[in-house]
C-alpha cells in the first residue's frame, strides 16, 4: 500500500508561519494531483489546496493569498507554505492522493499533522 508521509505541523503565535511537506511513491506523485485537507476539532474535513502534475494551484477562499502549494518533483515531495496564521487555521492538516479512472480506484491519506495557532 502507497504512503503518505506528513511533517512541518507544530504551534505557533497569530501572524506566524508554518511550513508543511508531503512525500509520496514516485509513480504515484508524479501522475496525481496532490491535495491538502484540514479538519478543526468537531468540524468537517475542507479542501484547502490543490497542486496539479504540472504545478497549477487552487486553494480554499478561507486561505487564498495567505497560503502557497509547490511541489519538488525530483524529491517527490510537496509543501505547504502557510504564512499570516490565524486562530481559526488550527486543524489537523492531511495531504491526499485520489483517483476514480486510469489506474484507480484508489485514496490514499497521510497520517495528519497538527498546526495550533494561539491568539
Known amino acids: 500500500q502507497v504512503q503518505l508521509v506528513e511533517s512541518g505541523g507544530g504551534l505557533v503565535q497569530a501572524g506566524g508561519s508554518l511550513r508543511l511537506s508531503c512525500t509520496a511513491s514516485?509513480?504515484?506523485?508524479?501522475?496525481?494531483?496532490m491535495r491538502w485537507y484540514r479538519q478543526a476539532s468537531g468540524k468537517q474535513r475542507d479542501l484547502v489546496a490543490v497542486?496539479?502534475?504540472?504545478?497549477?494551484?487552487n486553494y480554499g477562499a478561507s486561505v487564498k493569498g495567505r497560503f502557497t502549494n509547490s511541489r519538488d518533483n525530483a524529491k517527490n515531495m510537496v509543501y505547504l507554505q502557510m504564512n499570516s496564521l490565524k486562530p481559526e487555521d488550527t486543524a489537523v492538516y492531511y495531504c491526499?492522493?485520489?483517483?476514480?479512472?486510469?489506474?484507480?480506484?484508489?485514496?490514499?491519506w497521510g497520517q495528519g499533522t497538527q498546526v495550533t495557532v494561539s491568539s
Open positions: 491526499y492522493v485520489g483517483r476514480l479512472l486510469r489506474g484507480g480506484p484508489y485514496d490514499y
Open positions: 514516485g509513480t504515484v506523485f508524479r501522475r496525481n494531483a
Open positions: 497542486i496539479t502534475t504540472g504545478g497549477s494551484t
